[in-house]
């Protein structure tokens, strides 16, 4: 299974974007995936994570503006990002961490 995210782009802080993550293959027998992000200078970190039950973890920055999901019968992971600051500027990367499988980054950028 390869992973390949998609959806950033430039927005105006306040905005909002979706980012997708498309498997091309199934997901179902994935039990945690994530998105990370990793700003210059700075080490790739945990943004949101999603189990196969649904459970869901945020890291404290974007929780009630970020929401993690995912659609098993599409084969693909979401990050709703809403209510976007500039510290939210970064490259996003989607990732089954657990079994080894991480997307290319999707650029977001969020001006002031």
């Known amino acids: 299974v390869q992973l390949q995210a998609s959806g950033g782009g430039l927005v105006q802080a306040g905005g909002s974007l979706r980012l997708s993550c498309a498997a091309s293959g199934s997901i179902s027998g994935i039990n945690i995936m994530s998105w990370y992000r990793q700003a210059p200078g700075k080490q790739r970190d945990v943004v949101a994570t999603?189990?196969?039950?649904?459970?869901?973890n945020y890291v404290d920055s974007v929780k009630g503006r970020f929401t993690i999901f995912r659609d098993n019968a599409k084969n693909t992971l979401y990050l709703q990002m809403n209510s976007l600051k500039p510290e939210d500027s970064a490259v996003y990367y989607c990732?089954?961490?657990?079994?080894?499988?991480w997307g290319q980054g999707t650029q977001v950028t969020v001006s002031s």
């Open positions: 999603i189990s196969s039950g649904g459970r869901t």
């Open positions: 990732a089954a961490q657990f079994d080894g499988l």
